[in-house]
């Protein structure tokens, strides 16, 4: 008889590269401008703030998908942690609608670079009509299965990876005969808080949580990969935005903010280096947005089948959840093409901060069956809360409309559920004990 660890598919180096190509699936290409316009000189250390969130909630995600491995991931964890309640419902929902935000943000992003080879004067059409046709394009790829994309992850991890390296090596070098000085400016509360607001650029590590029943030893395995991962991804952002303010002017990365990844790149790397980035960004968003619309169909479907959401989005064609991914593509080609680069940052950083919050308190509850060390993940609810509150009052002071934006996104979640529960007695099913 066949010992089940064996047929379990996923190493070490499998894991990483998820988290990895989740974090760099099309984050840094979109939000990096919008952190040097808000970090300018301290950007480095507004992504390393960010990062410190990420690395120390990757604690309880670890944890938990140790003692809970199912593709639910997220929604399974707030499942066992807190039960059948209204809150889990609405978490659930705004963890669906905040792929969606990451979806607009990638599909924006795509459009933005994609831009550049057209003529200025077509450019702020060119971006929408792309835009939505990336967005059309793979949801149809999704409906019939295929997997083109996907087969080639791996090796676009890679690639947009080694092209990351030798920005980074290019401009490292570039700035040895003009060395750089960091600065957090005369308020280090407004730097954290500018760091929150590009925080969903570290989004991708969670997931790993969804393939964790598939993962060879994995009380070993999993922490070291949620850790490696994020670890890996706060050094490479923190040494791209070293790079991209120490060779370009803040001026410079405000006026192209949209694809500022691509403009940092032409001082010491030439229009070659402008064309190689905007490439890299092509088919790193493709494939995040090929990733990410899989993984929210799927979770669409299965809050849907742990009694959520709508039973329709429970039916299958072709032993896939349509309806649930025809939905999902139809809210992000309206909010990637209604919504700007802040709004949608703002919203999906405000989305995650507080789902990782809630994610922490989970392991706060569930500590003694995770085994977990239990002050770890109280430090982290407190950090996510900090967080959180330290983005809504940047948000308030200086740009109080995108506050209105997020407040609609979040009472949305919870009104679905709230009306929801209201008018079915479906209830939430949990897939482990």
């Known amino acids: 008889m066949k010992d089940a660890s064996s047929t379990k598919s996923i190493g070490y180096l499998s894991a990483v590269s998820i988290g990895i190509g989740g974090m760099v699936g099309g984050g840094i290409f979109a939000v990096l401008g919008l952190a040097v316009k808000l970090g300018q000189g301290g950007t480095p250390i507004a992504f390393a703030f960010a990062g410190l969130v990420a690395l120390i909630t990757s604690y309880s995600y670890a944890k938990l998908s140790i003692r809970y491995p199912s593709e639910g991931g997220t929604v399974e964890f707030l499942n066992q942690a807190f039960g059948s309640s209204l809150i889990t419902g609405g978490l659930n929902v705004l963890l669906w609608l905040s792929y969606v935000v990451m979806l607009s943000l ?16 077509m450019q702020a059409v060119s971006k929408h009509v792309l835009t939505s046709i990336i967005i059309v394009a793979l949801t149809m790829v999704n409906i019939i299965g295929a997997k083109v994309v996907g087969k080639s992850e791996e090796w676009i991890v890679g690639f947009k990876i080694m092209i990351l390296l030798i920005f980074i090596g290019g401009g490292l070098w570039s700035l040895k005969s003009q060395p750089f000085q960091l600065t957090t400016g005369s308020n280090p509360l407004q730097l954290v808080a500018r760091g929150m607001i590009i925080f969903l650029a570290y989004e991708g590590f969670e997931l790993i949580a969804n393939t964790a029943k598939d993962v060879k030893n994995p009380s070993k395995t999993l922490p070291r990969a949620y850790y490696s ?8 952002y923190i040494l791209i935005a070293y790079v991209t303010v ?11 903010q949209d694809y500022a990844l691509a403009v940092a790149a032409e001082p010491f790397l030439g229009n070659f280096g ?3 980035i905007a490439i890299a960004a092509l088919l790193s968003t493709t494939s ?3 990733a990410t619309l899989y993984g929210a169909s799927r979770v669409s479907f299965i809050i849907a089948k742990d009694g959520e959401l709508p039973e329709i989005l429970e039916e299958k064609i072709w032993n896939r959840p349509i309806e649930g991914l025809l939905i999902t593509s139809f809210l992000t080609l309206i909010v990637a093409n209604v919504f700007n680069l802040s709004s949608i940052s703002i919203m999906g950083s405000a989305g995650f901060l507080l789902i990782f919050g809630a994610v922490n308190a989970s392991n ?14 109280i430090t982290g609810v407190i950090v996510c809360s900090i967080a959180l509150l330290t983005l809504i009052w940047y948000t308030l002071n200086n740009s109080p409309k995108d506050i209105l934006i997020l407040a609609l996104m979040l009472g949305l979640a919870f009104a679905i559920e709230a009306i929801y529960r209201k008018y079915t007695g479906r209830s939430i099913k949990k897939i482990h004990s």
Do not use: C, M
């Open 106 to 121: 990638y599909a924006y992003a795509l459009g933005s670079y994609g831009s550049t080879f057209f003529p200025v004067s």
């Open 229 to 236: 991962a994020v670890i890996f991804v706060i050094a490479l």
């Open 246 to 256: 120490g060779n370009v002017s803040t001026d410079t990365i405000v006026q192209a």
């Open 274 to 276: 402008f064309n190689l």
């Open 288 to 290: 995040a947005i090929n």
């Open 364 to 377: 706060v509850r569930l500590h003694q069956k995770t085994e977990s060390h239990r002050w770890l993940s």
